[in-house]
């Protein structure tokens, strides 16, 4: 599938992301929940500590229990201009790209990132992580895999529309790419589920977080009259206790070099 590597769509996320920053942390509770089981998973160590993604910082903070110092690194300029207004003390922030960062080579002893590293390519992404983390360095990367959004393609390919949602990477090409760097690897698939009154409010869900650009452009626009087929056919499938749910496939990633 077509991810974040042109140079337009990046700056697509960028502006999408910046632009949601003030809203996101009071929105996006699905996400926090997903960061925390990640923050739980990495273990403490001496040196330094990269955040790849870290938006508002407001994870970013906490990992500073895990490590001697900490560096929150984001591609949304509005996210960090966020961060830093907030009460963090002098958390270092650097706006770079994932897929290039802007650290020498074994210059970390730690990377985190959460739901930020599905943008990018898997290859591309943790031969970088790999190049700048020591010897024995450890990494724990959390991001949607195939089987995110399955209600929303099913229900478009039912409806015999192109679907507007993302489509991710596969939890085993994903383990493989991070063995083919030289990691040793370890993952854990976990479902987590967002839950909406309506599917306009479970499309904003994911649109006023910032995270609505779509890679793979869809063939047809999406129609009023779309919209209301997609809401009689995902409430008649998918409803529970009078709620509609949005599924994140999560492979929690734990890599050591």
Not at 68 to 91: K, N, P, W
């Amino acid at each position: 599938m077509p991810l974040a590597s042109d140079l337009a769509i990046k700056e697509r996320i960028a502006e999408q992301f910046s632009k949601a920053a003030a809203g996101y942390d009071r929105l996006a509770d699905v996400q926090l929940a997903i960061g925390e089981q990640a923050l739980a998973l990495h273990p403490s160590h001496p040196g330094w500590l990269l955040d790849i993604g870290c938006g508002t910082g407001r994870l970013t903070r906490r990992l500073r229990d895990k490590a001697a110092q900490v560096v929150g690194l984001d591609i949304a300029q509005g996210m960090l201009q966020f961060a830093s207004t907030r009460s963090y003390g002098q958390l270092p922030l650097v706006a770079a790209d994932a897929e290039s960062l802007p650290f020498r080579s074994e210059a970390l002893q730690g990377v985190f990132s959460s739901m930020a590293l599905q943008w990018c390519q898997p290859q591309q992404f943790l031969a970088e992580i790999h190049r700048v983390l020591t010897p024995g360095g450890r990494a724990t990367l959390a991001l949607m895999v195939e089987g995110s959004f399955q209600e929303l393609h099913d229900s478009w390919q039912a409806l015999d529309q192109p679907s507007h949602a993302n489509r991710f990477v596969a939890a085993d090409e994903l383990q493989a790419a991070a063995r083919d760097c030289g990691f040793h690897v370890r993952a854990r698939i976990r479902l987590f589920h967002s839950w909406h009154k309506d599917v306009r409010a479970l499309l904003h869900s994911v649109k006023d977080i910032g995270a609505g650009v779509v890679l793979r452009t869809p063939t047809a626009p999406l129609t009023r009259g779309a919209l209301v087929k997609l809401q009689d056919y995902y409430t008649n499938c998918y409803t529970q206790a009078g709620s509609l749910p949005l599924s994140y496939r999560i492979c929690f990633l734990e890599c050591q070099k």
